[in-house]
């Protein structure tokens, strides 16, 4: 199984600062054959399921503001969340979708400094 | 827009059967486009993916879970199900079925959840 690995585990960010959150995977999820990384980044307010930020490593989800940026490829990637907001304050999940079983990271509790 | 709602299955005592089934609305299961899939969220814990079935029939199950598992579908009720047998306390979480769209969990349900506890 892909063990995916997030870090910190939480962070305390002040309010129009950047957060940065940083997912490790096992193993690449790095498809060669079309260059796509096969991972997503969630965000989930408490008492509310999960909603999709980006998928492709990278790609932003069409309602998500461009504050939210995804970087990195094979195991190491990051979440940027620039000109923090009160309402991200949230978990955030890395997920792999490479290989079955899916698997998300532990999440990074966000709060406001 | 697509809209999942988790059934209430109540309580569930320890070795029993956990039954929850999932009605979508707004969009038919029957479409050839998406996968159907349960997640569970232990109290103050991160996700893990169940399994998913998709509109042939197929589906696919974390092998942690597979032995104890099963998703099915009900197309004429727009629907569909997960059981769960040989509960025990660790299986307590909340429940969530989402629409899986090309590997993202694009819609999911407000969550469930289940406690097992005699």
């Known amino acids: 199984d892909i063990v995916m690995t997030q870090s910190p585990d939480s962070l305390a960010v002040s309010l129009g600062e950047r957060a940065t959150i940083s997912c490790k995977s096992s193993?690449?999820?790095?498809?060669?054959?079309?260059?796509?990384?096969?991972l997503a980044w969630y965000q989930q307010r408490p008492g509310q399921p999960p909603k999709l930020l980006i998928s492709w490593a990278s790609t932003r989800d069409s309602d998500v503001p461009d504050r939210f940026s995804g970087s990195g490829s094979g195991t190491d990637f990051t979440l940027t969340i620039n000109s923090l907001q009160a309402e991200d304050v949230a978990l955030y999940y890395c997920q792999q979708y490479f290989a079955f079983p899916y698997s998300f990271g532990q999440g990074t509790k966000l709060e406001i400094k | 827009q697509v809209q999942l709602q988790e059934s209430d299955p109540g309580l569930v005592k320890p070795s029993q059967t956990l039954s929850l089934t999932c009605t979508v609305s707004g969009g038919s299961i029957s479409s050839g486009r998406y996968y159907w899939t349960w997640v569970r969220q232990p109290a103050g814990k991160g996700l893990e993916w169940i399994g998913r079935i998709f509109t042939t029939g197929t589906t696919n199950y974390n092998p942690s879970l597979r032995s104890r598992v099963s998703i099915s579908m009900d197309a004429s009720r727009n629907q569909f199900s997960l059981k769960f047998s040989s509960v025990t306390a660790a299986d307590t979480a909340v429940y969530y079925c989402a629409r899986e769209y090309y590997y993202e969990f694009d819609f999911w349900g407000q969550g469930r959840l289940v406690t097992v506890s005699s």
């Open positions: 193993q690449s999820v790095l498809y060669t054959s079309n260059n796509k990384n096969y």
